[in-house]
């Protein structure tokens, strides 16, 4: 009886609520969700002054509608995101996120003349970088050809060869680079897309690097200069398994090896086809060496829920991936499946995997996602197969085309080498959606007659 007079209770307001969301569900003001930091209708940049960015649009060196956000990385409370040339007309491959009367612009990084296409010591191509915490020092990636996914026939552009860049944010200067060798990264194929960096006693030594074209593993050794790579069944595009469906569009895929995640004890590098379900794990002491038996060690831990591009290791061993068919995050708790299969890191399948976050319509494509120093997990969300597809809206009526979301999570990346940690400890909170949260709160009223736990 008193269960009914709390469901009579909460029914009215529930209604209400409803008729309220549908009249707020205006498009611009769908995702307005305070962890989402930044949104993007289209990328713009901040240009030296407005002549500049006239002359960019006239000449086509700018096209709004052809750039987009991919990767992220964040250091020292600034937000460092890629904007990969697919296409033409990209001014600026690697940038930082800054606010421009109340408006997310992006600011060249290093430099305006890094940015310069066709000269080789500049960037061309870059899809991803690393940030270690400790030193300061982002690990950018270059892969050197541009417009590799033109949508109107403009060819694919093999400008310089494949590098490896290092460079200090804290000073502003360039640490060290490494040009691929052709035989390690093929001019007319690579698409490096996604790097984690490895320590070797107290100092970063090794990247691993994917190719996703090319369905290699690439590993770069900084004390040697020297690079080497890897090629495997594991690394190639699952027959049948591209069609990425999201909301009832499908995005067709072939490529292989994508996100890359690196474990906090920085033994093992796990990896997966993007087109495809499986996950993968190899030791790092077999990757670093150019001879090391690659096939006899490498290890499939199990599936995804969904098809994903990027990947990311917590401190805490927990692995962090999107799922792309259900516009949702998830955790793989490696700790409690060791315990539960009273096996090794080396032998534990992946099974404890949650669903942590999820939004038809805020997190639509989550791409890269990356750890602060804070206990706060980013991500960036772009809507990447309606750009593949040629269906984003970039009228604005359709709300943000790219996000950059901020979610606390109480832990941090595997690169932290700091030695104590306190970050507060505090659940997160499954379904970012403000309505799916009432609801449970509802529920838990019906139920228990309390709006929270214990
Ligand atoms: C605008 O910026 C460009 C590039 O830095 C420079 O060459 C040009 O002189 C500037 N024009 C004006 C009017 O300041
Ligand atoms: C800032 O925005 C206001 C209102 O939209 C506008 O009037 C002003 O010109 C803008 N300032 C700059 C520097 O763009
Ligand atoms: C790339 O392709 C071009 C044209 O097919 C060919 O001439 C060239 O040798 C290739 N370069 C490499 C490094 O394979
Ligand atoms: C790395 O090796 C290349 C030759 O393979 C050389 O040109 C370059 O200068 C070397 N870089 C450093 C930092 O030693
Ligand atoms: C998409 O699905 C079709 C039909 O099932 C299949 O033939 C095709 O191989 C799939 N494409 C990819 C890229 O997996």
Known sequence: MEQFTRLILVVLPVLLKGTLAMTRDIPQSRCDNKRIMHSFTTIDY????DTARSKALENED???????????????????VTVPRWRRGIPSTLNRVVVRNGTSVLQPFPSWEMQKIGDCQALQYVH???????????WIIDTGRINFFAADGTPTQNLCPAKIVIYDINKMTEITRHVFPNRVANRNITFLNDIVVM????SPRYAFISDALAFRLVVYDRIRNRSHFFSHPSMLPEPGNGNITILGETLPVSAGINGLALSASMRYVYFGPVSGYSLYQVPTYVARNPRGNFGRFVRKVGNKPSQAAGMVYSRSNHLYFPALGSNSIYRWDIDRDRKNQRKSIRRVMMKSVSKILSSDTCMSFVDILTFDTEGYLWFTVNKLHKYLLQSMDFTGSSGPNVLIWKVYVGEVGYLDRRRNIKLPDINIHAFPDALSRFYKYIFRYIFTGKFHDN
Request: hydrophobic share 30%; net charge positive.
């Open 62 to 80: 700018y096209i709004p509608h052809n750039n987009i956000i991919s990767g992220i990385k964040t250091y020292k409370n600034n937000v460092y």
């Open 128 to 138: 991803s970088m690393e940030i270690d915490p400790n030193t300061g020092w982002m």
């Open 46 to 49: 901040v240009w030296p002054n």
């Open 199 to 202: 320590y070797r006693g107290s």
